[in-house]
C-alpha cells in the first residue's frame, strides 16, 4: 500500500494522509484527489507519495478519485507553493488551495474542450427547429474560421455547450484549431528544454529586441530610444542566458517602460515561452491590457484579476496552466498562476503595496516574483519611478542588475517643475490655497486639464456637535464615521447635503443615516469637518460652472465598469466630452498616461511626515513623485503644486529636484544605522480576542516563548492602531533581526509553539515582511 500526502484546505500545517494502491509520485503528484474528510469528501492537490506513514494504518482512509482532466501542477508549481509555506508560515495545504481557482476544487471534472481552440471541420450544421442552440453554438465555432475559438468561449451560450461540442467531436465535426503557435512551428505541450533546444521560428539566438513581424503588429510600435534599446537588449539577453538575476528598471514618470516591457515580452513570445505580468491593479490600467492585445493580436492573452467571475477566473487559469496561453496579465494573486513555458516575469510598479496580500497568506507578489525567477531560472523585471528601498537597496550592492530610463520617452516632453505651497503664510478657501485656485483658473482657459489630488475620500472625515463635542465613531471600530453623499447627488451644493448623506466606516463598511440633531444633547447644529474628494469635487464644480469636473476614487469606481468608464473619460478629448479638473486620490496617480494634463495640486498631504510608521515617508516621497509625474506627459510643460505646513522638510528639498536617488540613499542610511529594513528583517503576530487584555496576554505569553533568542529582538506587545474591528480587539508584536535567517528559524520554532499553545477564543496571525505598522 502507498500513502499520499495531501494538500487540503485546512489551517493546519500539515499535509494528510491517504491510502492508495500502487501509487507512485509520477503518476500522481500535482494532481487534485477526492478524499474523504471529516463527513464529506473534498478535493485536495497530491503532493508526495510515501511507503510509509505516521499514523495508524487502519484509521488511514482510501483516496476516492484521483482527477486527471487537467494536466498535473508541475513540479515548479509545488515548489513554488512549499516556498510560500516555509517562508510565510503558512499551512501548505491552505497556501495550495488559496492559489487555486474555485472552479478547480469541485469533484466535478472539466473537460479539456473547454481549453481546446476548436474549428468546424464537418458539413455545414442543417439546423432543425428544435436546435436553436445547437445552430448558434455551431455558428459561432464556424464563424472562428481555422484558428478556431475556445470550448470555454461557447458555455455563455449554454449550459449544455460542453455535452454538445464533445458529441461533436465524436462525430468528428469539430477538431482542435491549428494555433498559431503551431502554424508557426512551435506546438503546443512541448516542455520548456524543447522550446529552448530549437528556436521555434528559426531565428538566430541572439535576436533583435525588435518584434518579430507575425507577433507585433508593428503599427504603433515607437523606435525605441537608445535606454529602452539598452534595457530591452538586456533582458533579451537574460533571456538566453537563463539568468535569473533581478533587473530594476529604474525609470522616471514617462519614459516609456511599458515599450520595454511589450519588447521584452516579444522576445519571450518568440522563444516560445509564456510571459507573466504583474500591476497593481488591473481595473486602473484598462490602457495596458488593450496595448498589450494590440501588440501581440494573434496570441492568447489572458486577464486575472479579483474583478473576474469564477468562471472567467477558472478559464483564463486553465488556459495559463495548459500552456496555452501566451501572456498572463495580473494582480498579486497571478503571481503564483502555473504557467508551463513561463520565461519571463515583469512586475509593473514594483514598489506599489497593492502586490502585499494583505489576509490569508500575507505575501509579497513581488517578492514571490523574484523567487520564482530564480527557482525557475528566468529573469524577472521590476519597473518603477520610484522603487521600493527593498529593491533599491540590492540595485545598489549589484545584485539586481539595474537599468535606466532617465528621460521621458515622448519627444519635447520634460519632467514638470515643483512648487512648494507654504500654508502657513497662505490664504486659503475650502482648504485650497489662492495659487491653486488661479493655477485652476489659467488651465481651464488654456483648455488643458488639472488634477487635484486628496488622499481622503467621502465627502468629510467626521461630524461634530459644535453644542456638546459628539462625534461621529463607529459603534464596531475604534475610528470615525466618514460622511458620504449618497447615491448620485453630483450637484448637490457643498454645504446643504447633511441630511441626504450616510455616514461609512471605512473599517467595517458599517453604514447608517445621518442624525437630524445630535444624538447625546439633541442640538441641530451637527456639521461636518473637514473635506474629502466629494466635498472637494462639489466645491471645485461651484466655483468652475463651465468645468467638467471629474471625481475618480475607491467609492465613484465601486461599480464593475465604472473606472474603465471614468478613465475613459479623463483620457477624452475635451470635445469628444474629456474631463478638464480630475479630483481624486491615489488612485490617479498610479501610471496613467494623461495627454493634456499639465497640472498636479496635491492637497493635504503632511500626515505622513509625522507617522509613526517609519515606511510613511518613504511612501509619501514615491506618492508626490507618482502623483507628480501625471504632469507634462507631452510637449506642453507640467507644473505640480503642493500644499504644506513643512516646506522646509527634506523630503520636499529633494522631490524638487526630482531627486530619487538622493531621497533614497539618505533613507537607506538611516535604516541601515536603526537596523530597520531592508538593513534588518521584521515579522509581525498579530492576535484578535474579544478583549484587548486577552489578545494582550497571549502575545505576551508569546514573546516569553522567545526570551532566550539572542539574534532576534522581541518588542512589546501593544494595541493595533484600529484596536477595534468589527468589535474584536486587536493587537500585535514585532519580531526583528538583523539576519534574515535567524528570524526565520526562530519562527519555525515560533509557529510550533503558537499552533499548540494558542487559547480558545485568541485567533492569530503571522505577518513576515510586514509593510504596515
Ligand atoms: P512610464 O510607464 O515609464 O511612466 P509610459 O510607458 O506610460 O511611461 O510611456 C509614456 C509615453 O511615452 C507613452 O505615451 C508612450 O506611448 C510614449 N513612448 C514610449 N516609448 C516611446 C518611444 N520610444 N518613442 C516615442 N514615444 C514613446
Ligand atoms: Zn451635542
Ligand atoms: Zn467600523
Redesign the pocket.
Known sequence: MAFVKVALDVPLPALFDYALEDATAADIVGYRVVVPFGRRNVVGVALAVSATSGIDAAKIKPVIAVLRDVPALNADWCALLQFCADYYHHPLGAAVLAALPAGFKTPAALSPLLWTRLAWSGPPFASKKSERTRAVLAARIAESGEGGIYGYELTGVTPKAIAHLTQWQTEGVIVEARTRREERGGARGETRSEHLEADPFGHDATVSPACPPFLASSAGA????PE?AAAVAAITAALDARSSAPMLLH?????????VYLRAAAATLTRGRQALLLVPEINLTPRLLQQVRERFPAQTIVALHSALNESERLHGWLLAHTGAADIVLGTRLAVLTPMPRLGLIVV?EEHDASFKQQEGMRYSARDLAVFRAHREKLPVVL?S?TPSLESYAHAESGRYHKLL?RT????D?ALPSIRLIDLNITAHEHGVTLPVWAALKARLAAGEQSLVFLNRRGFAPVLSCAGCGWVSACTRCTSYLVLHRQGNAANLRSDGMLARGRLVCHHCGLDTGVPERCPTCGNVDVRAYGQGTQRLESRVAERFADARVLRIDRDSTARKGAAERLLAQAHAHPDAGGADILVGTQMLAK?H?F?RLTLVAALNVDTALFSADFRASERLFAQMMQVS?RAG??EKPGEVLIQTRNPGHPLFQALLDHDYDRFARALLKERQSAGLPPSGFQAMLRAEAKTLTAALDFLRTAAAEGEDETHVTIYDAVPMTITRLMNVERAQLMVESRSRRALQAFLARWTAWLYGNAPRGVRWHLEVDPLDI
Do not use: C
Not at 222 to 225: C, E, G, I, R, V
Not at 408 to 411: E, F, G, P, T
Open positions: 515607437p523606435a525605441l530610444h529602452q525609470g522616471v514618470t514617462g519614459s516609456g517602460k511599458t515599450e509593473d519597473g519611478a530610463l521621458r520617452a515622448v519627444r516632453a501610471g498616461d495627454k509625474g506627459r507631452t
